[in-house]
C-alpha cells in the first residue's frame, strides 16, 4: 500500500536522496535536472507543505502543496478560486512501474475535494510534462513567457475518489 503523509525533516536525507535518483534518471535521458537544487527541494521537508509518497518504508516520490497561487501565474479571479497548487513534484525512477507520479496527483484532486476545493492546480516548462499530466486527467489552461522559460499552466477539477481501490491512503502524521 502506498502511503501519503506530511513530510517531517527527518525525512530530508530520503527525500535527497529520491531526487539524486530522479535527477539522474533525467540527465540519462537528456534532460535538465534539478541537480543545482537538490538541496533546497529537499529541504523542503520540514516546511509543513512538502507531502512524501511512501512504499513498504521507501520514500518514493514527494510533492509541495500550497493553497495560495503564485501571484504572476493566476489572475486575481482564478486565484479568489479554492484550489490546491502543486510544485515541485518529483518521483523515484525505480518505482516508475507503481506511476507514484499519477498517484500523487490523483491523491491531490481527492485532498482538494475533501477540502471543499474546486480545482488542483500546476505548472511545469516542458511540453513532455504538459503530455504526462494530460493523461493525469490535468488540461492545459494558459501559457506564460517567463525570465526562467515558457510556463505551462495545467487545471483539474477537484473530485473524491477511491484512494484505496488505487492502493493508496493517506496519515496526517509521520
Same mark, same amino acid.
Given at each position: 500500500?502506498?502511503?501519503?503523509?506530511?513530510?517531517?525533516?527527518?525525512?530530508?536525507?530520503?527525500?535527497?536522496?529520491?531526487?539524486?535518483?530522479? #535527477?539522474?534518471?533525467?540527465?540519462?535521458?537528456?534532460?535538465?535536472? %534539478?541537480?543545482?537544487?537538490?538541496?533546497?527541494?529537499?529541504? $523542503? +521537508?520540514?516546511?509543513?507543505?512538502?507531502?512524501?509518497?511512501?512504499?513498504?518504508? +521507501?520514500?518514493?516520490? #514527494?510533492?509541495?502543496?500550497?493553497? $495560495? @497561487?503564485?501571484?504572476?501565474?493566476?489572475?486575481?479571479?482564478?486565484?479568489?478560486?479554492? @484550489?490546491?497548487?502543486?510544485?515541485?513534484?518529483?518521483?523515484?525512477?525505480?518505482? $516508475?512501474?507503481?506511476?507514484?507520479?499519477?498517484?500523487?496527483?490523483?491523491?491531490?484532486?481527492?485532498?482538494?475535494? &475533501? $477540502?471543499?476545493?474546486? %480545482?488542483?492546480?500546476?505548472? #511545469?516548462?516542458?511540453?513532455?510534462?504538459?503530455?504526462?499530466?494530460?493523461? /493525469?486527467?490535468?488540461?492545459?489552461?494558459?501559457? /506564460?513567457?517567463?525570465? @526562467?522559460?515558457?510556463?505551462?499552466?495545467?487545471? &483539474?477539477?477537484?473530485?473524491?475518489?477511491?484512494?484505496?481501490?488505487?492502493?493508496?491512503?493517506?496519515?496526517?502524521?509521520?
Amino acid at each position: 500500500m502506498f502511503t501519503m503523509r506530511l513530510a517531517t525533516e527527518a525525512d530530508t536525507p530520503a527525500v535527497t536522496s529520491m531526487i539524486t535518483a530522479r #535527477c539522474g534518471w533525467m540527465e540519462q535521458q537528456g534532460l535538465e535536472s %534539478w541537480r543545482e537544487n537538490i538541496d533546497d527541494l529537499a529541504g $523542503q +521537508s520540514g516546511s509543513g507543505f512538502m507531502w512524501v509518497l511512501e512504499f513498504e518504508g +521507501s520514500i518514493v516520490g #514527494c510533492t509541495t502543496v500550497m493553497t $495560495q @497561487a503564485p501571484p504572476k501565474d493566476w489572475t486575481p479571479e482564478e486565484a479568489d478560486e479554492p @484550489a490546491l497548487y502543486l510544485f515541485t513534484t518529483v518521483t523515484d525512477p525505480a518505482y $516508475q512501474e507503481h506511476k507514484p507520479g499519477t498517484l500523487i496527483a490523483l491523491w491531490a484532486v481527492d485532498r482538494a475535494a &475533501r $477540502q471543499g476545493r474546486t %480545482w488542483v492546480r500546476r505548472g #511545469c516548462f516542458f511540453p513532455e510534462l504538459v503530455k504526462y499530466y494530460e493523461t /493525469q486527467g490535468y488540461s492545459l489552461v494558459k501559457e /506564460q513567457n517567463r525570465s @526562467a522559460g515558457h510556463l505551462y499552466l495545467l487545471a &483539474r477539477r477537484a473530485e473524491r475518489l477511491d484512494l484505496e481501490a488505487l492502493g493508496m491512503e493517506t496519515r496526517t502524521t509521520a
